[in-house]
Each structure stands twice: as structure tokens, then as C-alpha cells.
């Protein structure tokens, strides 16, 4: 019988995961994830799950007795470095092998950094998983002041739940509008009208030079050379996929891990899924108007789980 390994605990790592089991795939299936946490929801971290609103455990997908399963193997804490495609295996950083007749690459994506000086001082986050906004939350909690870079879903999304808790908040946006690669510009200015309602301020057109404090954040400081003072800084400026192993392995990558319409990659043993993937995606390009019908798009949060084909 095929054995499927599958490298991530995402939500597209659990999905195939939950669909397999539906169809009942009678093979082995093993779950590789480097966090601590069964697949769980991201979306709710820069909310509810920021504000305190609910636990950890209430993000799960699936409770951990569904993965309870005779035929699923689920490794967490684990980090996969190696692709051996000639052995069909995969090599972790402690040294197991695991071996697979179908591997799923759901890798996904991580936060885009900066790298001015002053980046790497105490008190400057980026968000991307429950241990980020768990280190977020015990400096909030000791925080008077909050400096947001981008002014995208996760800095907005931060900036009103900070607002909400009583911070000062202040976030600094390179382009002249919010979420301007994302919303047409009635839309942005109707965010733009609720955030600054709340108290949170908009330095929009502003870029940064450096990140000001000896070993914690003090300030940030703006091109202009002025300094917003900062006791904590959020820094949310978008997402790099996660591509490096499939590279490695030799598969076929462009600003994804190319795959087709079922989400194979250039390894018929070999799937990707999620936002480590560059796939064939018929909608049109956010805010451009062009028909892109037949080209490949990287979708954000995209799971193509649905057509994943495994032979």
C-alpha cells in the first residue's frame, strides 16, 4: 500500500490529513510539523487569540485524539531538511528517515523580514504562529506604546485589537493608502476612517530608517529622521514561501513551488499545497482587471487541497 508523508502541520497538512481518512485511505500517513501544536487556524491570531478572547486549543482544527488514528503518525517538533527523491525519503534534523510513495510539500510561508538597523533588538515581533503571539502578548501586556510596520491584514488586524486594549498605537506604511495591494481605494479609506476613529495614527508615504534602543526597541525612526517612540514593534510587511527544500530536491520552483491543476509538481510522486505553491489559477490579478486564465498565480491561503490526487 502507498505510504504519504507529509511535510508541514498547516491548515493544507491537516486538511489532506482529514481528507484522506474521509475516503479511507488504508495506508500509512505521517504528519511532519516543526511547531509544538496540531494544525491549527492563523487567521485568529492577529484577533481573538491576540486579545485573550480564546485559547489556544480553540484554534485546532481537529482535536488531537482525531490524529489518534492506527494509520496517521503524526512528529511534531520535527524539521525536515533533506528531500531524497532517489530514495523517495525525507531526512530530519535529527537524523530519521522517512520514506514515501506520495509526498506532500505543504510547507507554507514566512514573514517577510526586515533588515534595517536596530532590527534585532528586544521588543520587535513578527506574527505568524501561537509562540509569536504569545511573546507579543507578554510585551503588550508591559507596553504603553505600540509601533506597527505595514498596513496589511496582520498590522491593521494587530492595530485594533492593540487599540481595543488601551495602547497607544501608531502604524507606519510605505504606500500612500492601506492594504493597497489588496482592497480598491474606497475600501481603504473606509479602514482608514475606522482605525483613526479608535486612535490608532496613520503615517502613510513614510518610510523607515532604522529601529532606535541599545538591547530593547526604543523607537522607530522615519526617513524624515523623526522618532516615534516605541516600547513594542509589530512588523508585518508580507510573506516569503517556504520553497528551500523543494529547491534543494531539484523540483520545479518559480515564486512558488510550480504545480499543476492537482497540484503536482515536476515529480509525478511529489504534491505541493498552500502557499508554498505557484499553481494554475484562473482569477483575475487583485486590482489589475487582467484575465489571467491559465497562468500561474500564487494565491495567499490558498489550499488546493480539493484536487490533490494521490496515485
Not at 492506527?70 to 517538533?77: A, G, K, R, S, W
Amino acid at each position: 500500500m502507498s505510504k504519504v508523508v507529509i511535510i508541514g502541520a498547516g491548515h493544507g497538512a491537516g486538511q489532506v490529513v482529514a481528507s484522506l481518512l474521509q475516503r479511507k485511505f488504508a495506508a500509512g500517513i505521517t504528519l511532519l510539523g516543526e511547531e509544538a501544536w496540531y494544525p491549527y487556524q492563523r487567521p485568529p491570531l492577529s484577533k481573538k487569540f491576540l486579545a485573550g478572547e480564546i485559547p489556544a486549543e480553540r484554534l485546532l482544527f481537529k482535536p488531537q485524539s482525531f490524529y489518534e488514528h492506527p494509520n496517521v503518525d503524526v512528529q511534531l517538533e520535527t524539521t525536515v531538511t533533506e528531500i531524497d527523491r532517489g530514495n523517495q525519503s525525507v531526512v530530519t534534523a535529527c537524523g530519521r528517515s522517512f520514506d514515501y510513495d506520495q509526498l506532500v510539500i505543504a510547507t507554507g510561508s514566512r514573514p517577510r523580514k526586515m533588515t534595517l538597523p536596530g532590527v534585532d533588538l528586544g521588543g520587535i515581533h513578527y506574527l505568524r504562529s501561537i509562540d509569536d503571539v504569545d511573546a507579543i502578548r507578554a510585551d503588550v501586556a508591559k507596553s504603553g506604546r505600540l509601533v506597527i510596520v505595514g498596513a496589511g491584514y496582520i498590522g491593521l488586524e494587530v492595530a485594533a485589537v492593540s487599540a481595543q486594549l488601551g495602547l497607544e498605537v501608531a502604524v507606519v506604511e510605505m504606500q500612500d493608502r492601506v492594504m493597497s495591494r489588496v482592497v480598491a481605494t474606497d475600501l481603504s479609506r473606509f479602514y482608514q476612517d475606522v482605525h483613526t476613529s479608535h486612535g490608532v495614527v496613520l503615517r502613510l508615504s513614510t518610510g523607515i530608517s532604522r529601529f532606535s534602543g541599545t538591547s530593547r526597541v526604543d523607537g522607530v525612526v522615519l526617513d524624515s529622521g523623526e522618532t516615534l517612540p516605541a516600547d513594542t514593534v509589530v512588523i508585518g510587511i508580507g510573506i516569503v514561501p517556504n520553497i528551500e527544500l523543494a529547491a534543494a530536491a531539484g523540483l520545479n520552483v518559480s515564486e512558488g513551488i510550480v504545480v499543476d491543476d492537482h497540484c503536482r509538481t515536476s515529480d509525478a510522486k511529489i504534491y505541493a499545497i498552500g502557499d508554498c505553491t505557484w499553481h494554475p489559477n484562473a482569477a483575475q490579478r487583485a486590482g489589475t482587471g487582467e484575465d489571467c486564465g491559465g497562468k500561474y498565480l500564487r494565491r495567499r491561503r490558498a489550499l488546493c487541497t480539493s484536487t490533490v490526487v494521490l496515485v
